[in-house]
């Protein structure tokens, strides 16, 4: 797999950056400064940035609502994306988009989106691009367990197969279809399991290991880009958070979220980082500072950027 | 000029963009081998080989959401849904997806595609295989809607959409496809967003589109006899819509019909109406009348779907309530 340890500590900063952008995020969002819908991804950053790190640049990325963390690690501006949850012209949106809309063609990122499986085929067919360019770029769709459920994920597994599109269909299964237990919507006891009545290759792996999500998607993505076609991944995870602000969460016990709180790779992984790959301690803070002053950076553009104006409304419909 | 008919006359834009522009992807189901079922796309896959011209399973949520993939990453797909009915099960993709990811993104990308497809009624094809649903599309700011009633329109107007860097709904009509009219040889294109005087007069205005300016043309023609002078307006498109071309008209000749296929309830005629009181209210002499299909779902039998879709007798009656 080949990650050293400058890798590593790349991994552990992007997923911390990503927690202190979520939590930020969630304090924005009790203050007033974000409106509408916020589905933080806290708890599931390794799957983020595990599976980001196995990509390209210039590879395709779809992701959903709870895509804070993947659009972050395939390379969006931090600055950007928490100016875009505050509404202003600077964000990567123009304030046009908010939290369920963060995209960039610049990095490969065809958006998240608020209709669940509907980036699904979308990554599909810029795989498909993808393939008629001749390029080996390859093509990532994110999406969540209760995705599975949707008819057009069935309908773009089915094309990616026929096609043998290059593209990584990656499931993070946080155990929860929105407000409900995927086992209770789920006849199968591993999603991945589905694939298979696709043609297609199906893994599991543990989410909360940022390493194997890495060799996971590594695996997946080089068989995409050498025309192997498509490999659906399941990623064991976990939110630690509500689905959304505001979730009560009647639906699972403080003891299980606090079974995988003790795993949260947010803070196990520099204890790895230092036990089992020898990285220093030293590494590890300057890691977290970094960090800190980066989110100092974020929070301030932000919130100096400015609204967007009343004649920015009717621009951006047709190109 | 030579004649081509509706088919042939989409065939050939088809071919000629195909020609000129490489990022051309057709997407589909029975668009290869068989043509399409109504031929349009025959012989296509031959000239340009499964790549460019792909066969699809049936999954029209599935091939419309690879194609605004494809659209987003350098490519100009067309997917053809094979009936607009179809688009409902493709609606997410169109409506939410398509319309909206250039405004969502503040303009960072942009999704060129043509969706065609053919809608209408009169061939006993019931209410699953017959609607008409243009104003559905015109009411979701971001696509734009196109309906040609004419081979020498649908084939300057397809071109067009090829050339528009944005979601196009291309919508042709069923029983469109066997007509026959003059078509160039020379290359044309026309705008998107330019209606057509299709017939002057100065005594009332008849605004139509689609398969309905045909019979727009045959009640004026009827009219005259009668000696009233009707001007026939075919639309061409209701996304840009041409307001102006209507206006320059009723202004003119004070009264106005519209009619369309599509049901009367919320059709474009119930838009055309609202759009012309707000700006030449005071050049009316008469209330506007709208002529449409009933709204009922589409019946199989044909006394019954022959008097729920609007024909030259409707609007001959509109047209005589409008002057009395």
């Known amino acids: 797999m080949n990650l050293d340890n400058r890798d590593l500590l790349q991994i552990y900063r992007m997923m911390l950056l990503i927690r202190r952008f979520e939590e930020q995020c969630v304090e924005f969002y009790k203050s007033g400064e974000i409106r509408g819908s916020l589905h933080p991804c806290i708890g599931q950053e390794a799957t983020a940035v595990g599976a980001c790190y196995a990509l390209r640049k210039d590879d395709y990325m779809t992701c959903t609502y709870r895509g804070h963390g993947q659009a972050l690690a395939k390379g969006l501006d931090p600055s950007e994306a928490m100016a875009e949850l505050l509404g202003r012209r600077t964000g990567c949106s123009k304030g046009k988009g908010g939290s369920m809309h963060f995209t960039d063609p610049n990095i490969g990122l065809l958006g998240e989106n608020a209709i669940v499986g509907a980036g699904v085929p979308i990554a599909v067919g810029a795989a498909l691009s993808a393939q008629l360019d001749r390029t080996d770029r390859v093509s990532i769709t994110f999406f969540g367990d209760g995705a599975v459920n949707q008819g057009v994920f069935a309908e773009a597994l089915n094309l990616a197969a026929v096609w043998n599109a290059p593209v990584v269909f990656f499931c993070e299964n946080n155990l929860y279809s929105e407000m409900t237990p995927i086992g209770e919507m789920v006849k199968l006891e591993q999603l991945a399991d589905r694939a298979a009545g696709f043609g297609i290759p199906g893994v599991t792996v543990d989410g909360y290991d940022p390493v194997a999500v890495y060799g996971a998607t590594l695996a997946a993505v080089d068989r995409a880009r050498s025309g192997g076609g498509p490999t659906f991944v399941e990623a064991m995870t976990y939110r630690l958070v509500g689905h959304m602000i505001g979730d009560t969460e009647p639906y699972r016990t403080q003891e299980e979220v606090a079974e995988w709180r003790a795993r949260d790779p947010v803070h196990t992984f520099p204890q790895r980082l230092i036990e089992e790959f020898g990285v220093s301690q030293a590494e590890v803070e300057a890691a977290q500072a970094e960090v800190e002053d980066h989110m100092a950076e974020v929070v301030r553009f932000a919130l100096e950027s400015p609204w967007p104006s009343a004649a920015e409304i009717a621009e951006d419909i047709f190109a | ?324």
Request: hydrophobic share 45%.
């Open chain 2, 1 to 324: 000029m030579r004649e081509l008919t509706y088919a042939q006359a989409l065939r050939e834009a088809i071919t000629e963009e195909m020609d000129r522009d490489p990022n051309i992807i057709l997407l589909g189901e029975d668009i290869g081998v068989y043509g399409g079922v109504f031929k349009v796309t025959e012989g296509l896959l031959a000239r340009y080989g499964p790549e460019r011209v792909r066969e699809t399973p049936i999954s029209e949520a599935g091939f419309v959401g690879a194609a605004v993939g494809l659209a987003m990453t350098g490519k100009h797909p067309m997917p053809e849904l094979m009936f607009m009915d179809f688009a409902w099960v493709a609606a997410d993709q169109i409506f939410n997806q398509a319309a909206k990811m250039r405004y969502m993104s503040g303009g960072r990308v942009k999704v060129p595609m043509v969706i065609r497809t053919q809608q209408g009624g009169g061939r006993g094809n019931a209410a699953q295989h017959s609607q008409s649903l243009e104003s559905i599309f015109t009411h979701i700011p971001g696509l734009k809607v196109v309906l040609p009633a004419t081979p020498y329109d649908a084939k300057g107007l397809l071109k067009s959409a090829f050339r528009d860097e944005n979601p196009v709904v291309f919508v042709e009509h069923k029983l469109l496809y066997a007509t026959r009219g003059p078509v160039p040889e020379e290359e044309y294109t026309i705008p998107l967003g330019q209606a057509d005087v299709k017939r002057a007069g100065d005594d009332v205005t008849l605004v139509s589109l689609s398969r309905t300016v045909l019979h727009a043309l045959e009640a004026a023609e009827a009219m005259a006899q009668e000696g009233i002078s009707a001007e026939v307006i075919d639309m061409r498109c209701t996304v840009p819509m041409d307001l102006e071309t209507i206006l320059v008209s009723v202004r003119k000749t004070h009264r106005l019909v519209v009619a369309h296929e599509s049901h009367r309830r919320l059709g474009i005629g119930a838009e055309i109406a609202a759009l012309v009181q707000e700006h030449a209210f005071d050049y009316l002499d008469a209330p506007i009348e709208r002529v449409g299909a009933m709204d009922v779902p589409i019946p199989y039998s044909q006394p019954l779907e022959s008097r729920v879709l609007p024909g030259v007798d409707h609007i001959l009656e509109a047209t005589k309530r409008v002057i009395a």
